[in-house]
């Protein structure tokens, strides 16, 4: 009881008209943003618009906005009761009545009582005041203690990020032994495995623009134009001269390689943002021209009709053409549709594979010194004889050959592709990848694409939140984590004269 | 000839709007050297912004046309100016000092937030307004072909030229401009001199968000349309501007913007409409590999 009493002795007096100031102006801002956007909605309605108005909810952010900020200053200031006695049973009550709604269907009656219209909103509120219940109940244990960025980025380092790395020799071979049976585990249906295709796709894609952005630095905004070129130049060399996968595949890679080089050219003097803008600007001038282009790309409409991969020149269909063998009958299984999506499984699992191989040992090769090197000072680099010129092009080639491998195997699944498909968010999403991820790390990219397009996949039902959850991550994960998820790397060298190795720690 | 000329007027409208949304990007830039890419989000909202406020005052009955758009004006840039300042409070000011990706990258995840936030609240549909002005002059009557000037265009411009003035006073002449510039040269210099350096930030955003909001009234009621994407492109070329001008020169963001506006109107006019935006993207990739500090910009010289 002594700790106890010296430990409230020792609290700052509260001055409440502080306080309430405080929480006023956070529930002023709040109201001031909501009334515009939340309160009054724009309808359609015959020759024009209105507005409708919905105050209900801005009053209701409002009084949140009041009241969490309350909770958050007095937790601050060493005073968790208040705030779990409050926080606790409301985000109690309101997962009952969301449970309740949920399992009984609202015919009940009880929907009235949430604050919300919609049910998702009022999950995020149980969910919220849950966090501060939790967080209460934390500092009722720990002392409150001011713990600088800095501080908490090198313990983040410590707890998280390092034995995840260190657990990578590990997790890998498991992740990867898990891809390879999963289309053979009783849970793997149609959607599971599509989900899977997409998450690694995106991997693959993580993995080449790793070497562009994490290993040479060189920002690229624009990198959906190679993934473009390269389901272009698929499915034009499929359509036009019957093709099939396996030949056009190594074309596509050179066609999204040579546009590298394309770009590559005029933008080898920028830095930094300038250069991330240059390539967003030339990854929008290709979706323009293969919008407008129609002789050549036939424009919005797309192109259809494109082959599908086949094994071993066996195809995936149920009724061939008489006197053809297909994968079926050749080895007398049964036709079955999610034979085509295990194979595309596959493919795309080999072709990760293979970035992955390739980048990691790519790193140990004189020209990935280079580009880290020119990452880190250009102008000592140009001092010491690398040639900034072919190191950096050598990057976006590379980087942008994979983006075509990629992008063919994106034509191939689909069937069908349009200008649509390549605009500047998918650019976003797979640089969001490999920063979140922490740039440079390869488990990193995995466990980002994971987080950033598996998830969200799993959630369709929440499709219209979807997008709006995306964005709120990345800002969430880079204020949390501005060097990414597992940006930590252990020293590849030590002295080998270090007296105390087991010293630390 | 004539035809020149009214491209000359709409070139020029529509730099003015660019020019406007390019001093918010030209500013933080200058400032704490990111791109805020949300910007473009920030002109959108500020667009949604009117056209609600449009919609209630003809609720209320408000008839007289300047005293509703004065009332618009106010009211957008008063509201628009808290987003800019809460997008800097959320998503900025804890980053502070973090690799400069991490900000990029928080500014996208920003962009793409309040564009599906404006979605979600709004709807996806495009919103429609009246023409709120209409009329104007017309001259050099030929045949067929006639130039005109529309009162909407003369609001626009002469609307632009008063705030550029009152801007230009503002940046030169009061305290919180002397703040700024001086921010603007050194942040860790300005701190040990006194400046609140956080509330400088915080005041740039505001201004930024402010301005943009001007142009997001001039879109809706130049256009008549608007949409939660409209805020995307009009971003990127307003941060072409602003490189083109040479990126932290005001003056410059203006230039930029002006530029822009009539080069996108004479390709439209003389070339092709499809690829208005392909000539706008060459043109930023050719001042940035000759002139890659822009037109008025100071040389950056980088040291090892």
């Not at chain 1, 397009?453 to 959850?469: H, K, N, S, V, Y």
Request: one cysteine or more; charged letters at 15%; hydrophobic letters at 55%.
């Amino acid at each position: 009881m002594a700790v106890a009493s010296d430990a409230a002795t020792a609290l700052r007096p509260l001055d409440p008209a502080y306080v309430l100031k405080e929480a006023g102006a956070v529930a002023a801002i709040v109201f001031a943003l909501s009334i515009s956007l939340v309160g009054f909605k724009t309808e359609d309605v015959p020759g024009g618009i209105t507005v409708v108005t919905r105050f209900g909810a801005v009053a209701i952010v409002t009084v949140i906005a009041f009241f969490g900020r309350l909770g958050l200053i007095l937790l601050r200031e060493g005073r968790p009761f208040p705030v779990l006695v409050t926080a606790l049973p409301f985000a109690l009550a309101l997962f009952a009545l969301l449970l309740w709604d949920q399992l009984f269907a609202p015919e009940i009656g009880l929907r009235r009582f949430l604050p919300f219209g919609d049910i998702i909103v009022n999950w995020l509120l149980a969910i919220f005041a849950a966090i501060l219940a939790g967080r209460a109940a934390w500092t009722f244990r720990h002392e409150p203690r001011e713990q600088s960025a800095e501080e908490r980025e090198k313990k983040m380092d410590r707890v998280v990020a390092a034995p995840v790395q260190r657990a990578a020799r590990l997790v890998g071979p498991l992740l990867l032994g898990f891809a390879i049976i999963l289309p053979f585990l009783p849970i793997a249906d149609r959607r599971l495995l599509d989900i899977g295709i997409l998450v690694m796709t995106y991997i693959m894609l993580g993995w080449g623009l790793n070497v562009v952005v994490g290993l040479a630095g060189l920002l690229d905004l624009g990198y959906v134009a190679f993934y473009a070129v390269g389901a272009y130049s698929y499915a034009l060399l499929a359509t036009h001269f019957d093709l099939g996968f396996w030949i056009c595949l190594p074309f596509a890679g050179i066609m999204a390689a040579f546009a590298g080089i394309l770009l590559g050219f005029p933008v080898l003097r920028l830095r930094g943002d300038y250069l991330a803008i240059v390539t967003l600007g030339f990854g929008e001038m290709v979706r323009i021209i293969l919008l407008n282009w129609y002789d050549f790309t036939n424009g919005p409409d797309g192109i259809s009709g494109i082959p599908r991969p086949s094994f071993f020149g066996l195809p995936f269909v149920r009724n061939p053409p008489e006197g053809t063998e297909t994968f079926h009958s050749f080895f007398g299984l049964s036709y079955s549709p999610i034979d085509r999506i295990i194979f595309l499984y596959y493919v795309i699992l080999l072709l990760a594979l293979a970035t992955n191989a390739f980048t990691l040992r790519l790193r140990k090769l004189p020209v990935s010194r280079a580009w880290e090197a020119l990452r880190e000072d250009e102008t000592a680099c140009r001092s010491l004889g690398i040639n900034p010129r072919n190191t950096k092009l050598t990057a976006f080639a590379i980087g942008a050959m994979f983006g075509g491998f990629g992008g063919s195997f994106f034509a191939t699944r689909q069937g069908f592709i349009s200008p649509e498909s390549f605009t500047f968010i998918e650019s976003a999403i797979i640089l969001a990848i490999v920063v979140l991820g922490g740039m440079g790390s390869q488990i990193g990219v995995v466990f980002a694409a994971i987080l950033l397009i598996g998830l969200p996949e799993f959630f369709r039902e929440l499709q219209q939140f979807r997008m709006l959850a995306f964005g709120a991550t990345m800002v969430t994960i880079m204020i949390w984590r501005p060097r990414g998820l597992l940006a930590h790397r252990e020293p590849t060298i030590h002295l080998s004269d270090e007296k105390t190795p087991t010293g630390h720690n | 000839m004539g035809y020149f000329l009214q491209q000359l007027i709409n070139g020029l409208t529509l730099g003015m709007i660019y020019g406007l949304i390019a001093i918010g990007y030209t500013m933080v830039y200058g400032i704490i050297g990111m791109i805020n890419f949300a910007h473009g989000e920030i002109f959108m909202i500020s667009a949604f912004i009117s056209i609600i406020t449009f919609l209630v005052l003809g609720l209320l009955g408000m008839g007289w046309v300047p005293l509703a758009l004065v009332l618009i004006l106010v009211t957008t840039m008063l509201l628009t100016a808290v987003y800019g300042w809460a997008l800097e409070r959320v998503a900025y000011r804890p980053l502070r000092g973090s690799p400069r990706l991490a900000a990029l990258i928080t500014a996208i995840g920003m962009s793409i937030f309040l564009q599906n936030y404006v979605q979600l609240l709004q709807g996806a549909r495009i919103k429609p307004l009246q023409p709120v002005i209409s009329g104007g002059f017309r001259f050099l009557s030929e045949s067929d072909f006639s130039v005109n000037l529309s009162y909407l265009q003369i609001f626009i411009i002469v609307l632009t030229i008063c705030l550029m003035l009152g801007f230009t006073a503002l940046i030169n002449r009061t305290a919180l401009g002397r703040a700024q510039r001086a921010c603007e040269q050194d942040l860790g210099m300005a701190a040990l001199v006194g400046i609140d350096v956080d509330r400088t930030i915080s005041l740039t955003f505001v201004m930024g968000a402010a301005l943009a909001s001007v142009a997001g009234l001039m879109f809706l009621l130049n256009y008549g349309v608007i949409d939660f994407y409209i805020g995307f492109l009009a971003g990127i070329k307003a941060f072409t501007a602003a490189v083109l001008g040479g990126i932290g020169s005001l003056p410059g963001a203006m230039l930029g913007g002006l530029l822009i506006g009539l080069i996108e109107a004479f390709w439209s006019a003389y070339f092709t409409v499809e690829y208005k935006d392909v000539a706008v993207f060459s043109i930023m990739i050719l001042v940035l590999i000759f002139r890659p500090t822009g037109l008025l910009g100071k040389p950056d010289i980088e040291k090892v």
